[in-house]
């Protein structure tokens, strides 16, 4: 291997700010955020809202932050909303939601394609009764495990929301891959959401930050619920100049990330033991035999490759740190084991 090659594939959260995006933060003209005085971060959210089709948008330091804002900003406390059983708001996110915004998470199973039934949203959907938290917000997660929901589910679903007269909020932490997948602008994902939260840092490539967008309305309400989690920033230019620097250059390149991790799915498909899944963006799901867990975990270590997920089913991530010279890296490597499985 290469001396400094890098085959971490465990997050697209572990890229690392190229030259150029260093240079534009070093360079980021700043002001304090807290009076609206940052015209970098005055920037990057007219520039986020135009991309999405939003009236405005929030800088919020993580995705985490951005989707405990959006249900603060929609639900009140004692009130509920629907989300899926894998969903991030969910899982992942300490359970914020319940204990912070007092907001009781109303849980629907995600199906194997990571929707949420339509059937299953309206049984969720109880009768007006002093016994039960009324829902106020559908959250949907777009993509979900690297999977992309549809459009016209996502009509579906805000046709649902409106007929109950309830709001949508996307975790779209990765939306820009979802948009990449169907080969589409964003906005026209983002249009059937009331709010959407998405991702700097992941395969866009900042270090940091996380972009809320919706109406006007609800972005001035999301600022005060910011505030009062400790989201406010002073100079925060330096870090939105990385995100601006992000949404112009790192959208474009996404699809060499799922292409790679195709190739990626080929080379692990043909190692013993191994089960893949066909990846939609750039997540590879494998499922691994119990009869090779141990040397297969042994042979990533030995060859310095890092993945995520537990020793039956991991996860490998492909994103800007994985050139075409660490794929064909890792290619090579998972040929060789391969060769000594056939020989064993």
Sequence with gaps: MEQNLELDFRSDTVTKPCLRMREAMFKAEVGDDYYRDDPTVQELERFAADLFGKEAALLTSSGTQSNLIAIMSHCQRGEAFIVGHRSHAYLRELGGAAMIAGVQPQVVHNRADGKLSLEDIKASLFPASILFAPVRLIAVENTIDGMVLPLDYLKDVADLATEHGLQVHTDGARIFNAAAA???????????????????????????????????????????????????????????????????????????????AKELADALSNLPGL??????????????????????????????????????RQRWVTHLGIDDVALATTANLLTQMQGNCNES
Excluded: W, Y
């Design 182 to 260: 169907i080969g589409c602008p964003v906005s026209n994902i983002a249009c059937f959401s009331n709010t959407v939260s998405f991702c700097l840092s992941k395969g866009l490539g900042a270090p940091v930050g996380s972009v809320l967008v919706g109406s006007a309305q609800t972005i001035e309400k999301a600022r005060r619920h910011r505030q009062m989690l400790g989201g406010g920033m002073r100079q925060a230019g330096i870090l939105a100049a990385a995100g601006l620097f992000a949404l112009q250059n790192n959208v474009s390149r996404l699809e060499r990330d799922h292409a790679r």
């Design 275 to 312: 089960t893949v899944e066909t990846p939609q963006t750039n997540i590879v799901f494998c499922n691994v035999d119990a009869s090779v867990q141990g040397k297969f975990s042994e042979f990533l270590k030995k060859n310095g490759i890092r993945v995520s997920g537990t020793p039956d």
